[in-house]
């Protein structure tokens, strides 16, 4: 795991410091990063309950109720990675995001049913940013180094899965639930594959949304390369018409611009 230099049991601004010496300078839009991404890197799942000041459970309780709880977080969280953009109000949670690719999944175009477990798929979408609600939606920008994400997901699955549904049902469905997260996380299966592309389209869909409500004033071609990743041929055409409908949006704003323009100088 990537090690950052000195001592970082320091004052926030310097633990900062040290972190944009380390991976660069964080966006210029964000000015400050989350306190969830600074190091040190000892963020525990039982650290993280007491900042949001749930209650932590050592031993399976017998019921579900307090995993419950804890995803609720899923739905008061929103997604970070739009966060930047200060001229984007209303951002989406964690969990608006996994309903919409829940729902997609369910629509897949035939060429990609054929020989895939679709609901295995839908649930995948259901559960793939679980570990969020504990983690937060570590963004690339805020540069906490990818092994460091995976440790922190995979610590906050074991406390949601292990402790949390240790005893429920004999702790069956949640190991059911960290089986698929891991298989999402691995991405081999062509189920995991597919719910990835999915995870794009998702994306790209709100892109053009966000774009829409800012009626021009929001412009998020950084996300466009998004498109560029996904990997499936059924997938690869929506994000083909996805691109379409933006490129007509644009022209639209330009034209409206052009107009607005001409009236002035007559
Ligand atoms: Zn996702």
């Known amino acids: 795991m990537t090690q950052l230099p000195g001592t970082l049991a320091a004052h926030p601004r310097r633990q900062r410091q040290l972190l944009e010496e380390h991976h660069g300078p964080f966006n210029k839009v964000s000015r400050n990063p989350p306190s969830h991404i600074l190091p040190p890197y000892s963020l525990t799942s039982l650290t993280a309950l007491r900042d949001f000041s749930l209650p932590t459970v050592s031993t399976p309780p017998?019921?579900?109720?307090?995993?419950?709880?804890?995803?609720e977080r899923l739905k008061t969280t929103p997604r970070e990675g739009w966060r930047r953009f200060p001229?984007?109000?209303?951002?989406e949670s964690i969990s608006d995001h996994m309903y919409r690719m829940s729902i997609i999944t369910m629509l897949a175009p035939p060429s990609v049913t054929e020989g895939l477990d679709i609901?295995?798929?839908?649930?995948?979408a259901l559960v793939h940013d679980m570990a969020e609600s504990l983690v937060g939606d570590i963004t690339p920008q805020d540069g906490v180094p990818k092994e460091e994400k995976m440790r922190r997901e995979s610590d906050a699955m074991d406390y949601l899965c292990d402790t949390l549904l240790g005893a429920w049902g004999g702790g069956n469905q949640g190991q059911e639930i960290k089986r698929i997260?891991?298989?999402?996380?691995?991405g081999t299966t062509e189920e995991s594959k597919f719910v990835h592309d999915v995870d794009k389209i998702e994306l790209l869909l709100q892109m053009i949304e966000y774009e829409r409500r800012g009626e021009g004033d929001v412009d998020l071609v950084e996300f466009l390369p998004t498109a560029e990743r996904i990997r499936g041929e059924g997938v690869k055409a929506w994000a083909r018409e996805i691109l379409e409908e933006r490129d007509m949006f644009w022209r639209d704003v330009h034209a409206r611009r052009d107009s607005l323009g001409n009236d002035e100088a007559t």
Request: aromatic share 14%; with cysteine.
């Open 62 to 71: 017998r019921t579900p109720l307090p995993f419950f709880h804890l995803i």
């Open 119 to 124: 609901p295995h798929c839908t649930k995948m």
């Open 181 to 186: 997260f891991l298989e999402y996380e691995e």
């Open 87 to 91: 001229d984007i109000n209303r951002v």
